[in-house]
C-alpha cells in the first residue's frame, strides 16, 4: 500500500514524534507507516484521515499487488 503520509505531514511541518502523540502511537509506528513497512488497520487508517482532514483514500493508495491480493507483507 502506498501513502503520502510524509507528504502530508511536511506540509504541516509535523514530526513523526507530533504525529505519533496526536495519534496515540509510537514514532517508530508512524515510520513504519511512511516507510510502507507497515499498513495500520482501519481504525487507524481513519484516525490518520481524521487528523490531516481528508479522506483515506487521499491518504493510501492501493498497488497493484493489493488489487490483485497478491500482496504477503502482512502475512
Given amino acids: 500500500m502506498r ?3 510524509r507528504v502530508l505531514r511536511a506540509e504541516r511541518n509535523w514530526s513523526q514524534a507530533e504525529v505519533a502523540d496526536r495519534l496515540g502511537v509510537s514514532r517508530q509506528t508512524v515510520n513504519a507507516i511512511e516507510t510502507e513497512r507497515y499498513d495500520p488497520g482501519i481504525a487507524l487508517a481513519f ?3 481524521h487528523l490531516f482532514e481528508c479522506r483515506i483514500e487521499d491518504v493510501f ?4 499487488a493489493d488489487l490483485n491480493g497478491t500482496d504477503t507483507r502482512n502475512l
Avoid: I, V
Fill in 3 to 5: 501513502n503520502r503520509l
Fill in 47 to 49: 484516525r490518520l484521515a
Fill in 61 to 64: 493508495q492501493p498497488t497493484d
